[in-house]
């Protein structure tokens, strides 16, 4: 089994990570989205999905209901409830309409001192509720340069995935910090190596399940280099950041996927 070749049933996911951005009016933004979908002007192999503020999860899972367009969520608590003032438990968001949510962004990590424990134990949280997690990792533009890039991700991934994830329930999201935000990507080639070596890790841990599980890059991915990223072998998809706000970009990045013709 060769860690260069993905099974061919992984399906794409393009996900928007809205961050801190949006008010009730942004809804808007998701609403084209849904009907572009619901229109057939995406491909039926392709999923999206949008995780806007929590603010906005209950109103857009109810706007989105029944179509397909998934809501996911940025972040979770690791226990289901408690005196936690401020924060939401991965059973709430079920609650609300996710399906899914981002653990360990680095802007998380960074902002408020996520350690991959503590990535971790959010993803095993995913996981009880039954949301889907996504799992983020990448290294920093001090890293890359030191040569250090594949012994932080196997680090990473060592601590912040989950014990009994499977291709269903548990999606690594490769994300240089270097490239968020800031318009510089990886070359294809670097983004070849590291999904490669984050696929190889994931058969490791997880057998059959990690050869199918998906892969997503973000990092500054909009609508004019979507394509040549997202054809990099081991690239299930992308997490989208900026370009996810305007409806538009987010449905060009999805129509730059290649989808299987089976
Ligand atoms: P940008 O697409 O704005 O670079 O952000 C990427 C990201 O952090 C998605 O989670």
């Known amino acids: 089994m060769s860690a260069n070749s993905p099974a061919p049933s992984v399906r794409p996911l393009i996900a928007g990570n809205w961050k801190m951005h949006g008010l009730r009016a942004q809804l808007a933004e998701a609403q084209t989205v849904r009907d572009a979908l619901t229109a057939g002007e995406i491909s039926h192999g392709v999923d999206v999905m949008i995780c806007p503020p929590a603010t ?8 989105a209901k029944g179509s397909r367009l998934a809501v996911g969520a940025q ?6 409830q408690g005196a936690h003032t401020g924060d939401i438990s991965a059973e709430m968001l079920h609650d609300a309409g996710a399906t899914a949510v981002i653990v360990g962004h680095s802007e998380r990590r960074a902002d408020h001192g996520e350690l991959d424990r503590i990535v971790k134990a959010k993803a095993e949280a995913a996981l009880r509720a039954g949301l889907t997690a996504i799992v983020c990792i990448g290294e920093t533009a001090g890293q890359r ?3 250090l890039t594949l012994d932080i991700i196997a680090r990473q991934l060592v601590g912040s995935l989950p014990e009994a994830g499977t291709a269903a329930d548990t999606i690594v999201a490769y994300e ?28 490791d841990q997880y057998g059959t399940q990690g050869r199918e599980m998906r892969i997503l890059y973000g990092g500054s991915v ?9 054809a990099v072998p081991n690239v299930n998809g992308a997490l989208v950041g900026g370009a996810s706000l305007k409806a ?10 290649k989808v299987d013709a089976a």
Request: charged share 15%; glycine share 4%.
């Open 56 to 63: 906005l999860i209950a109103l857009m899972a109810e706007m």
């Open 75 to 80: 972040d979770c608590h690791w226990l289901p």
């Open 145 to 147: 340069r030191a040569g």
């Open 176 to 203: 240089p910090v270097w490239a968020i935000g800031t318009g510089l990507t990886p070359t294809p080639a670097e983004v070849a190596e590291v999904h490669a070596f984050i696929r190889r890790a994931l058969i």
């Open 222 to 230: 909009k609508p004019s280099n979507a394509a040549e990223l997202l």
């Open 248 to 257: 538009q970009d987010l449905l060009a990045i999805a129509r730059a996927c």
